[in-house]
Protein backbone atom coordinates (compact mmCIF):
# COMPACT_ATOMS: atom_id res chain seq x y z
CA UNK A 1 0.00 0.00 0.00
CA UNK A 2 1.51 3.59 -0.68
CA UNK A 3 2.91 5.32 2.28
CA UNK A 4 -0.23 6.64 4.08
CA UNK A 5 1.47 10.74 4.47
CA UNK A 6 1.64 10.96 0.73
CA UNK A 7 -0.17 14.15 -0.95
CA UNK A 8 -3.19 12.49 -2.87
CA UNK A 9 -5.22 15.06 -5.50
CA UNK A 10 -8.58 13.86 -5.82
CA UNK A 11 -10.12 14.94 -8.96
CA UNK A 12 -14.10 14.83 -9.93
CA UNK A 13 -17.09 16.91 -10.59
CA UNK A 14 -19.05 15.65 -9.03
CA UNK A 15 -18.89 16.79 -5.22
CA UNK A 16 -20.46 13.70 -3.77
CA UNK A 17 -17.75 11.55 -5.12
CA UNK A 18 -14.77 13.46 -3.98
CA UNK A 19 -16.69 13.79 -0.46
CA UNK A 20 -16.94 9.67 -0.89
CA UNK A 21 -13.03 9.20 -2.02
CA UNK A 22 -11.71 11.46 0.55
CA UNK A 23 -13.90 9.70 3.35
CA UNK A 24 -12.44 6.21 2.49
CA UNK A 25 -8.93 7.67 1.66
CA UNK A 26 -9.13 8.71 5.45
CA UNK A 27 -10.86 5.45 6.44
CA UNK A 28 -8.26 4.01 5.09
CA UNK A 29 -5.30 6.13 6.97
CA UNK A 30 -3.89 8.66 4.67
CA UNK A 31 -4.36 12.28 5.40
CA UNK A 32 -3.10 14.33 3.17
CA UNK A 33 -6.48 14.66 0.02
CA UNK A 34 -6.80 17.51 -1.72
CA UNK A 35 -9.66 17.91 -4.36
CA UNK A 36 -10.39 19.77 -7.64
CA UNK A 37 -13.57 19.38 -9.62
CA UNK A 38 -11.88 19.54 -13.35
CA UNK A 39 -8.63 19.23 -15.29
CA UNK A 40 -8.31 23.11 -14.89
CA UNK A 41 -8.06 23.30 -11.66
CA UNK A 42 -6.55 19.98 -11.04
CA UNK A 43 -3.31 21.39 -13.46
CA UNK A 44 -3.05 24.49 -10.62
CA UNK A 45 -3.12 22.50 -7.86
CA UNK A 46 -0.67 19.54 -9.35
CA UNK A 47 1.57 23.05 -10.57
CA UNK A 48 1.68 24.27 -7.11
CA UNK A 49 1.81 21.44 -4.86
CA UNK A 50 4.28 18.16 -4.55
CA UNK A 51 1.51 15.60 -5.79
CA UNK A 52 2.44 11.96 -5.43
CA UNK A 53 -0.83 10.42 -6.19
CA UNK A 54 -3.60 11.34 -8.22
CA UNK A 55 -7.03 9.89 -8.85
CA UNK A 56 -9.05 11.20 -11.29
CA UNK A 57 -12.34 11.08 -13.34
CA UNK A 58 -11.98 10.81 -16.99
CA UNK A 59 -15.69 12.76 -18.24
CA UNK A 60 -15.66 16.82 -16.52
CA UNK A 61 -16.04 20.05 -17.93
CA UNK A 62 -13.48 22.24 -18.65
CA UNK A 63 -10.55 19.34 -18.91
CA UNK A 64 -11.55 16.01 -18.93
CA UNK A 65 -9.32 13.68 -17.36
CA UNK A 66 -7.89 12.33 -21.05
CA UNK A 67 -6.74 16.14 -21.59
CA UNK A 68 -5.09 16.31 -17.97
CA UNK A 69 -3.44 13.22 -18.49
CA UNK A 70 -1.89 14.60 -21.90
CA UNK A 71 -0.95 17.26 -19.86
CA UNK A 72 0.94 15.92 -17.59
CA UNK A 73 2.97 13.64 -19.79
CA UNK A 74 4.46 17.10 -21.45
CA UNK A 75 5.71 18.26 -17.87
CA UNK A 76 8.37 15.78 -16.62
CA UNK A 77 7.66 16.48 -12.45
CA UNK A 78 3.92 15.79 -13.25
CA UNK A 79 4.32 12.69 -15.58
CA UNK A 80 6.00 11.08 -13.41
CA UNK A 81 3.02 11.11 -10.79
CA UNK A 82 0.72 7.48 -10.25
CA UNK A 83 -2.72 7.65 -11.97
CA UNK A 84 -5.64 5.89 -10.54
CA UNK A 85 -8.95 6.33 -13.15
CA UNK A 86 -12.39 6.29 -10.87
CA UNK A 87 -14.91 6.45 -13.90
CA UNK A 88 -18.10 5.62 -15.27
CA UNK A 89 -17.25 5.50 -18.50
CA UNK A 90 -16.56 2.14 -19.58
CA UNK A 91 -16.07 2.75 -23.52
CA UNK A 92 -12.71 0.63 -24.39
CA UNK A 93 -11.21 3.27 -26.41
CA UNK A 94 -11.52 5.48 -23.85
CA UNK A 95 -9.82 3.06 -21.26
CA UNK A 96 -7.20 2.31 -23.95
CA UNK A 97 -6.39 6.01 -24.23
CA UNK A 98 -6.31 6.32 -20.11
CA UNK A 99 -3.78 3.10 -19.92
CA UNK A 100 -2.04 4.53 -23.19
CA UNK A 101 -1.19 7.59 -21.03
CA UNK A 102 0.05 5.75 -18.35
CA UNK A 103 -2.60 5.49 -15.85
CA UNK A 104 -1.57 2.81 -13.32
CA UNK A 105 -5.26 0.98 -12.87
CA UNK A 106 -9.11 1.71 -13.46
CA UNK A 107 -11.87 1.85 -11.19
CA UNK A 108 -15.44 1.58 -12.79
CA UNK A 109 -17.68 4.02 -10.89
CA UNK A 110 -19.81 3.42 -8.51
CA UNK A 111 -16.88 1.74 -6.83
CA UNK A 112 -17.02 -0.01 -2.87
CA UNK A 113 -14.55 1.02 -0.19
CA UNK A 114 -12.93 -2.80 -0.75
CA UNK A 115 -12.38 -2.20 -4.13
CA UNK A 116 -11.16 1.31 -3.71
CA UNK A 117 -8.37 -0.69 -1.64
CA UNK A 118 -7.46 -3.35 -3.83
CA UNK A 119 -6.88 -1.42 -6.90
CA UNK A 120 -4.81 1.10 -4.57
CA UNK A 121 -2.73 -2.23 -3.53
CA UNK A 122 -2.61 -3.01 -7.21
CA UNK A 123 -1.29 0.35 -8.10
CA UNK A 124 1.25 0.10 -5.36
CA UNK A 125 2.81 -3.13 -6.52
CA UNK A 126 2.91 -2.57 -9.88
CA UNK A 127 5.24 0.94 -8.76
CA UNK A 128 6.79 -1.45 -6.39
CA UNK A 129 7.14 -5.34 -7.96
Known amino acids: ?49 HIELLLTDIIMPKKTGLELLQEMLVDPKLAKIPTIVLSAETDREMIVKAVELGVLTYIIKPATMPALQKKLEEAYKRLNP
Open 1 to 49: MFPLNIKILIVDDMKGIRIWLTKSLKDLGYTEILEAADGVEALQILQSN
